[in-house]
């Protein structure tokens, strides 16, 4: 029987091999979250450009809001206030008029008889197909 020799050659390609499985291994999952981070941060990059839009809008509705314009705008026609020189019309409801209702005629119902409502429940006749 032969006996194996113990080559330290043979070892070090061996750990080698599991060495090169291993940073390859590492570097894929590095990609893996490079890959994963890359993706969220053009994520946040999008909301952050959303909230800096919505921002600027808010700011410009509270610049209006706060505007004479606004103000008189909102007295003129939401306020019932007048400016100088209006000359303010209040409707007024016609003399005590009460609006008659139009007649509705009672709608009569068609009389059947029981076979032909069991005929329906099996058989459609509107179907002409």
Known sequence: ??????????ALMIAGAVLVTYLVMDFNSRMADLQRLSSRRDEVALQATQLGQTQVALQTQIAYATSEAAVAEWAYQEGSMIRPGDVAVVPIPAAATTPQAAPVKPVERQQVANWQVWLWLFVDPGASN
């Open 1 to 10: 029987m032969k006996r194996l020799r113990f080559s330290w050659r043979y």
